[in-house]
């Protein structure tokens, strides 16, 4: 019942029906056109192998993709996350050669990794006035530069041969990493749109004060965040360097961008507490395979980076303006929006009573 | 809440024994003079706050070139300190354009692509007719900061894009740029004119051009950010960006003329940068960024907002030149320099944001007696 109700309340504005996925047709449509484009390029294209081989390039910052797409949502913006993961590769590596067995070296790198995060939320709710912004960003130096300080510019790697299976492995036709993800944007999907905590997540990046007036500790919201951003980091930084075979003290750099451009050009507003899963999953895959197609015609990576920085702007530039009319719309209808206030008036008082009940 | 709780009190109490109060008149007056005393009192500590902050950055300054000193005599000789003053120069000409967008609450993380693009382009020039004049190369940079600047602030002022995300993308347009115009291929030394090298290795009355620079861009600086309305008005929409459109500043026009201002800069500095070193190439810069935020927020800048001095940005560059210069002399790796610089960056916004609880709590203590 509760449930419902604040649901209600959070997407006040939505439209009904098929316009609600507009954007992810639209996506789909773009990926379709890769794909089509991407055949011409090249006659090998359309076969079922490349379809399910390609996805084993960009998978493993997929997994950073779903993280990023909450702590978007609660309106904040993570720029630490490729710092974390050459950390954690450099430790796992490291602390093998020095002797630990690989599976306790896998297991202590998505330790560190969410100790990574960890720190990350923690800065963030002890110094509440700083912006996350300026936090990630001092703390993506320090990882990196711990990474540098640990290997300089050596590599570290010599891993056993098992251990390349992560990101080079098939069970039947499919590839081990793809089967990992699809697992994982399962339980995403449903951590963000079933449960509590998704439905606080939503709430937080909508209005944090409200949040915390209404009894509901914004600060463990943030904190869970940043402990799930850090292990998902960790699951990169395992397939990564499981796909590279070694790792030095800049492996995933700029993977920051990427990621943020999969997951802003998925439809995940930066002004936060809207969005849902299904967009940055799509653009995970159109952009994946766009860059696969660019690099069939033997496109640069600096072309790629151009490309990338592109969509990055106009995915925030679009969503700005597919914004703006809707609230208009919305004010000006003013029957439509008279249920929804009577919905809303309701549903504060149960937000009310909800922190008389806690307070 | 508590000092809530007083005032609420306050006023009731007194209208219980208003006529007492009435009475009282001659008495009141010297205890509103008490309250108006402590008041200021309170204020010359926040203000002092501040000044300690320089003054402990002034003393961490002297401490630390007391121990490099130790540990290697060469450094305080005079051929070092003007090495090191020279190498400060450019960082501290971009702390100027970033402490104004800080101050309103933005960041800019594309400036060290602007300089490799403006370089880059200056210095193709300048390969391609060696006859052109430094200064004429000196416009062109700053020509292409201007545009890039430009563009950031029309995307962040008008666009309402969050300034991250449209410098990561500038960031990473500008920095493609760069390597597509030059085709990946450096400009080296011998490319370059001997007036160009000049412009950044040359000395006018015995002191390196890059120090001019510097404190030319300081002096018409401090004068604009303090002096002029448009320099108050960036402090104003950093405060408080609602209260300064309600008084009528063009809130957006003050964000554009930032990032504007900040890729001027960044233009400058990039072709002084390819100057100095002379070499231009497509990785010019990379990261550079860091280093201008780090020295920045270590100068007292804050990154909520509306706070920061130019006497702040010059200390803290010149803090930020001395690290990074002392660490290679007194034997400390390289690699240890990213680890030093994000461990700067940490602990200077956290005793930014200490020292501001600090200065909030004495201007609630005002507000209570």
């Known amino acids: 019942m ?32 890769v794909n089509v484009v991407n055949s011409f390029l090249s006659p090998y294209y359309l076969t079922l192998d490349t379809f399910l081989s390609t996805p084993m390039n960009f998978l493993d910052k997929a997994f950073l993709v779903l993280p990023m797409t909450m702590i ?119 951590l963000l749109h079933t449960t509590r905590f998704g439905r ?10 409200a949040c915390e007036y209404s009894g509901i500790r914004t600060g463990r919201i943030i904190l869970g965040v940043s402990v799930i951003t850090g292990l998902m980091a960790g699951f990169t930084s395992l397939f990564l360097t499981s796909r590279m075979g070694s790792t030095r003290p800049n492996v995933a750099l700029g993977y920051e961008l990427d990621v943020i451009a999969m997951t802003v050009l998925g439809g995940i507003s930066t002004n936060g507490g809207k969005g849902r899963i299904a967009g940055p999953l799509i653009s995970i895959f159109l952009i994946g395979f766009l860059n696969y197609g660019l690099g069939l015609r033997n496109v640069s990576a600096q072309v790629l980076l151009i490309i990338l920085g592109f969509l990055l702007i106009l995915s925030v530039l679009v969503q700005n303006f597919t914004d703006r009319p809707r609230q208009k719309s919305s004010s000006k209808s003013g029957k439509s929006a008279a249920p929804t206030h009577q919905s809303d008036a309701g549903s504060g008082s149960d937000i009310q009573g909800n922190s008389a009940q806690g307070g | 809440m508590q000092s809530q709780d007083k005032k609420q009190t306050g006023p009731s109490a007194k209208g219980q024994t208003r006529a007492e109060n009435r009475q009282d008149a001659l008495s009141t007056r010297p205890e509103s003079a008490a309250r108006a005393e402590s008041a200021s009192r309170a204020e010359t500590l926040a203000r002092n706050t501040e000044t300690y902050r320089e003054l402990g950055l002034a003393i961490f300054i002297v401490i630390l070139s007391v121990i490099f000193q130790i540990r290697n005599p060469k450094f305080l000789s005079l051929s070092n300190i003007k090495d090191m003053l020279a190498n400060t120069a450019i960082l501290s000409i971009l702390t100027v354009g970033m402490m104004m967008v800080i101050i309103t609450r933005g960041i800019d993380l594309s400036i060290g692509s602007t300089m490799a693009l403006a370089g880059m382009i200056t210095s193709l020039t300048v390969s391609a007719n060696p006859g052109i004049s430094p200064f004429l190369s000196l416009a062109q940079g700053m020509a292409v900061g201007l545009a890039a600047g430009l563009i950031i602030g029309v995307l962040v002022a008008y666009f309402n894009i969050l300034p991250i995300i449209a410098t990561l993308g500038l960031m990473n347009i500008l920095r493609g740029m760069t390597y597509l115009i030059s085709k990946g291929k450096w400009v080296s030394a011998y490319q370059m004119s001997a007036g160009f090298k000049s412009l950044s290795t040359g000395t006018t009355f015995g002191i390196s051009n890059l120090i001019i620079f510097a404190i030319v861009i300081y002096i018409i600086y401090a004068y604009f950010i303090n002096q002029t309305k448009t320099g108050r008005y960036i402090y104003a929409v950093g405060s408080s960006p609602d209260t300064a459109e309600l008084i009528g500043i063009k809130r957006r026009r003050i964000i554009l003329l930032v990032y504007t201002l900040m890729g001027l800069l960044a233009g400058l500095a990039g072709v002084l940068w390819v100057s100095k070193f002379a070499s231009a190439q497509g990785d010019t810069a990379v990261g550079y960024e860091l280093n201008v935020i780090a020295a920045t927020v270590l100068g007292g800048v804050s990154v909520s907002g509306g706070r920061g001095k130019v006497s702040g940005i010059l200390l803290g560059s010149i803090l930020f030149g001395i690290l990074a210069n002392a660490l290679p002399l007194i034997n400390i790796s390289p690699f240890w320099q990213q680890f030093i610089q994000g461990l700067v960056i940490l602990a200077a916004i956290i005793s930014n944001v200490l020292l501001q609880r600090r200065n909030d709590r004495i201007a609630l203590k005002k507000r209570v007696i």
């Open chain 1, 72 to 190: 978007i949502i609660l309106g904040n913006i993570d720029v630490s996350v490729g710092s974390i993961v050459a950390l954690t590769s450099v430790l796992m590596a490291v602390s093998y050669n020095a002797g630990l067995p690989m599976p306790l070296a896998m297991v202590l790198a998505l330790v560190i990794s969410t100790t990574c995060g960890l720190i990350n939320g923690l800065l963030q709710i002890k110094f509440r006035e700083l912006s996350a912004t300026i936090i990630t960003l001092s703390t993506m130096t320090v990882y990196r530069g711990i990474a540098y300080v640990i290997l300089e510019d050596r590599s570290a790697g010599h891993f056993p041969s098992w251990f390349s299976f992560l990101a080079w492995g098939y069970i039947g036709k499919v590839p081990f990493i793809l089967i990992v993800f699809v697992l994982a944007a399962i339980v995403f999907a449903i």
């Open chain 1, 2 to 33: 509760h449930m419902t109700e604040t649901t209600s309340v959070i997407d006040v504005n939505k439209p009904r029906g098929i316009r609600q996925y507009q954007w992810e047709i639209f996506l789909v449509v773009l990926f379709l056109a």
């Open chain 1, 200 to 209: 606080m997540v939503f709430a937080v990046g909508n209005n944090k004060t």
